[in-house]
């Protein structure tokens, strides 16, 4: 019995020495290796601390809940400063012109020259319709110039220097100051079923050549105009739309008739020629003539494709 005695006792030997080999590799961990389990050490099917050094890391990296620094530290609402030193310049404008925010806050007030120079006013009317060329084409190119910031409203909030009316159709497709890439205060916008005009529509005009100076006026059809088509429709089979709705077709009526039910292109043919015809009234609003005779403001018609995005000028 004393023989085997002596035998066992070199076999547990080799265990004390698994102890320092931990530390050696992660002094963080020797804490951790006799708290958590020096049972499992003691295992004869893991050689020495090889296995427990990578668990040991591990369960100090998790229990390392740091973490919840990083959780404090991203509470720590400074988010909020950082939100509310760049969009707090352009947005105290949209909330109050004394800088006070909806919900009352203060804010810092946007001075017109936070948004770069004051805009130029345009006067000749071909230089007027070169700016709205060339806005289509950044529009349709994907390079806007204009994303119609509230720090640019501010800057017009002053005053306008319009160079264009630009009379449309209502159609949620057709944004007028987008598909031209302007800015705030550089167009005035009409927009009626079909651009129909009636009074209203011509007071308007007439306000904007004689009182804002403006040197261009534009008609700006589209192609598959809902108003043009429902005229026809409503030629067609004689069924006139009661109402207002009425008065639209009246007005659009005289260009398919121009055209011809028969024509397989009516709806776009119609499209063109209702355009035409109403640059042709515009030219009857009181002072245009005048002005148009002296060069000072011109009138142009275009049609704007929905599929494009490119506007066409009508010759």
């Known amino acids: 019995m004393s023989g085997p005695t002596p ?13 320092p080999s931990a530390p050696t590799d992660s002094p963080a961990v020797a ?23 990578p668990i040991s890391p591990a369960v100090t990296a998790t229990p390392a809940v740091p973490v919840s620094p ?16 760049t969009p707090a310049a352009p947005v105290s404008p949209a909330a109050g ?31 007027a319709l070169a700016e ?10 994907g390079r806007p110039e204009h994303g119609h910031d509230v720090s640019a409203a501010a800057t017009a909030s002053g005053g306008q ?11 949620s497709r057709v944004p007028l100051e987008a598909i031209f890439d302007q800015t705030f205060g550089s167009i005035c916008v009409i927009r009626s079923g079909g ?7 011509l ?10 100076k403006v040197p261009l006026i534009m008609v700006l059809g589209h192609v598959r105009c809902g108003a043009v088509d429902a005229t026809v429709s409503a030629l067609r089979t004689g069924s006139r739309p009661d109402g207002d709705v009425g008065y639209l077709v009246d007005e659009i009526a005289p260009a398919v008739r121009g055209v011809g039910l028969d024509d397989p292109d009516v709806t776009a043919k119609a499209m063109r020629a209702h355009v035409a015809r109403t640059v042709r009234r515009l030219r009857d609003v009181t002072g245009v003539p005048e002005l148009v005779a002296a060069g000072s403001v011109s009138i142009a018609g275009a049609v704007y494709d929905l599929d494009t995005g490119w506007v066409d000028l009508l010759t």
Not at 70 to 85: C, G, R, W
Not at 132 to 141: E, H, P
Not at 195 to 201: M, S
């Open 7 to 19: 035998a066992s006792a070199p076999a547990a030997s080799p265990l004390p020495p698994a102890a």
């Open 31 to 53: 804490p951790a290796v006799p708290v958590d389990a020096p049972t499992p050490l003691n295992d004869s099917s893991t050689p020495d601390a090889s296995s427990v050094a």
């Open 70 to 85: 990083a959780v404090t530290a991203a509470p720590a609402v400074p988010v909020s400063p950082a939100v509310t030193s």
């Open 97 to 127: 012109r004394d800088g006070a925010g909806v919900a009352g806050a203060r804010l810092p007030q946007v001075r017109a020259s936070s948004s770069g120079p004051a805009p130029t006013r345009i006067t000749r009317p071909a230089d």
């Open 132 to 141: 709205l060329i060339a806005g289509n084409r950044r529009f349709v190119s």
């Open 161 to 171: 220097l319009p160079h264009a009316v630009v009379v449309g159709c209502i159609d």
């Open 195 to 201: 651009h129909v005009v009636d009074r209203a529509v």
């Open 203 to 212: 007071g308007s005009v007439g306000f904007a050549v004689s009182a804002l």
